[in-house]
């Protein structure tokens, strides 16, 4: 089992930063792929970016791409998003969820349904 928490949310103006944190606990972390996710009112969960066990493969939706940057420290059992240039269509819940993949890609990366485990989410408001 591993159990995930998310930390890091808030309310900023458009144009801000804000580094969201996924921190695992729980048996052991090694060897787990992490996906961030978003949900926003009203609108279905989608993918935002992934990380491989090793840091050494990033994937990212294209919404975010040049602005969000995903990284993890595995020592620290701890995954990150670092988020910038932020915009109000990036408010949402956002939620981190590990999962185990013989191999990845940006298919696997990005397919919600592939993950096994969640965390509760955080929630980012970005005000224009």
Do not use: H
């Not at 840091?55 to 988020?83: E, H, P």
């Not at 939620?95 to 993949?101: E, L, S, T, V």
Request: one cysteine or more; proline letters at 2%.
């Amino acid at each position: 089992q591993v159990q995930l928490v998310e930390s890091g949310g808030g309310s900023v103006q458009a144009g801000g930063s804000l580094r969201l944190s996924c921190t695992a606990s729980g048996r052991t972390f090694s060897g787990y792929a992490v996906g961030w996710f978003r949900q926003a009112p009203g609108k279905e969960r989608e993918f935002v970016a992934g990380i491989s066990w090793t840091g050494g493969s990033t994937y990212y939706a294209d919404s975010v791409k040049g602005r969000f940057t995903i990284s993890r420290d595995n020592a620290k059992l701890t995954v990150y998003l670092q988020m910038n240039t932020l915009k109000p269509e990036d408010t949402a819940v956002y939620y981190c969820a590990a999962a185990r993949f013989g191999r990845i890609n940006t298919v696997i990366a990005s397919t919600e349904q592939n993950y096994n485990y969640w965390g509760q989410g955080t929630q980012v408001t970005v005000s224009s």
